[in-house]
């Protein structure tokens, strides 16, 4: 397996945002490209993460898995500017990364037995599906965690809702002018410890999908040319405020 990145930088915030939630993956490279899928340790959240074939200028791999530590792969990945080459060659039980900076610099990552979780996303039904500017999600995000450590994702009469309740309250409404909504009114509430983890993500697109629905999994997805990143969250169900 060799295959080669023109622009690292992409990959190397995404798995940030993954290693928020796991520690070690399996990163499967195959015809159709590489792509992560994981499930964090309390079985609360889902991601996965696809670099499609067409993200590489070099891609010569059979049916590969890759079982790699997230921390170990994060420091070198920070080795290396934006815009500087990199190449992925699997040799035997390691992986060979060379940057190809103004100086050739090479490391070897020790491929690792990670337990396989071979589940894909699932496919649910929602009630409502939103798209929004990322920059506004994130600030509404933020405004909450600063009340509450749980908030609400709702529709109201066609407006999309993000607020949360405690002591003290945080709410941000959103109509058709400022986001793109094709809803049903619903609410489910979900937790900021997560959201904030993955609005780490959200910062890398300008748009961020949200599909939900009454007390139902949150699916975020995330799109650029190159890459393709999703999370699907767990409601809390609980009484109403």
Sequence with gaps: MIVRLE???LLSKTIEVISE???EVRIKVNEFG???TAIDPANVAMVRLKFPKSAFSQFETGDEVLGVNLDSLKKILRRCGSGTPLIFEKKENLLEIEVQDRIRRNF???LIEVESQEKEIPNLDYSARVEISSLDLISAIE???VVSDACSFGINNGEFIVES???NSARSAYSKDEAKIEAENCKSKYSLEYLQKFMK???ICDKTILNFANDHPLKIDLRTEHMELNFLLAP???TDD
């Design 201 to 203: 993500g959200a910062k």
């Design 236 to 238: 809390r169900v609980e």
């Design 165 to 167: 309740k405690g002591l």
């Design 108 to 110: 070897s990552l020790n």
């Design 7 to 9: 622009d690292p930088s």
């Design 143 to 145: 405004d909450c965690a």
């Design 21 to 23: 939630l796991v520690t």
């Design 34 to 36: 590489m792509s992560v």
